[in-house]
């Protein structure tokens, strides 16, 4: 069956940065589109990064674009968030997703999203 596990979540002072990692199975990993989402406590899911099936285009959110890179690894089936700068707004539980495919007007939208990991937290403190 298809798995999504993120790792790398933790807590860490404003300023700090962590990586998160998105380790996928039971799917061709290379075939699908992978997304980062984030949901802080009362407000909505959202998408924080995502990234075409071969890593040619990625999409940012504006509240973190120059501090996040998404990146992807074909031969470990692994899609990466590198988080800089971290501010506590940026506290949240991080998903990973898979789409069959991510475009440009769609890469944000959480229903084109196939595949869900269980989420794991980070939290930034002030």
């Known amino acids: 069956q298809v798995q999504l596990v993120e790792s790398g979540g933790g807590l860490v002072q404003a300023g700090g940065s962590l990586r998160l990692s998105c380790a996928a199975s039971?799917?061709?990993?290379?075939?699908?589109?992978m997304g980062w989402f984030r949901q802080a406590p009362g407000k909505e899911r959202e998408c924080a990064a995502a990234?075409?099936?071969?890593?040619?285009?990625?999409y940012y959110a504006d509240s973190v674009k120059g501090r996040f890179t998404i990146s992807r690894d074909k031969h470990k089936n692994t899609v990466y968030l590198q988080m800089n700068s971290l501010k506590p707004e940026d506290t949240a539980v991080y998903y990973c997703?898979?789409?069959?495919?991510?475009?440009?007007?769609?890469?944000?939208?959480?229903?084109?999203?196939?595949?869900w990991g269980q989420g794991t937290q980070v939290t930034v403190s002030s």
């Open positions: 997703a898979a789409a069959t495919r991510v475009y440009s007007y769609t890469w944000s939208k959480s229903n084109e999203y196939d595949y």
């Open positions: 990234i075409t099936w071969r890593g040619g285009s990625t």
């Open positions: 039971g799917i061709t990993f290379s075939s699908y589109g």
